[in-house]
């Protein structure tokens, strides 16, 4: 079994910046893929940003290019999440995610991803 544990949320001012982790914990291994996801009331969880095994390859929402910066630390079984310029829109539950089944494949669809974290409330006030 493998847990992921977010932490960095809270309330941040428009304009500002966050910074969010998630490490892993468990039967962790090598070579799977993480990733960032959010939701906010009423809508559906949607992709935020993805990176690869080896961090050479993310991918990122459109509504967060130029702003949003995902990274990950392997040793320490880490993935981040680099928020900056920060609007209400963002404004939502953000949770991370691994895909244990590929390693550079970055997918956007929720289905692809097999362990999930519970999830930090990210609000961003105007």
């Known amino acids: 079994q493998v847990q992921l544990v977010e932490s960095g949320g809270g309330l941040v001012q428009a304009g500002g910046s966050a910074r969010l982790s998630c490490a892993a914990s468990g039967r962790t291994r090598s070579g799977y893929v993480l990733g960032w996801f959010r939701q906010a009331p009423g809508k559906e969880r949607e992709f935020v940003a993805g990176?690869?095994?080896?961090?050479?390859?993310?991918s990122y929402a459109d509504s967060v290019k130029g702003r949003f910066t995902i990274s990950r630390d392997n040793a320490k079984n880490t993935v981040y999440l680099q928020m900056n310029s920060l609007q209400p829109e963002d404004t939502a539950v953000y949770y991370c995610a691994a895909d244990w089944n590929f390693m550079y494949n970055i997918h956007r669809n929720r289905q692809a991803y097999d362990y999930w974290g519970q999830g930090t409330q990210v609000t961003v006030s105007s």
């Open positions: 990176i690869s095994w080896s961090g050479s390859s993310t």
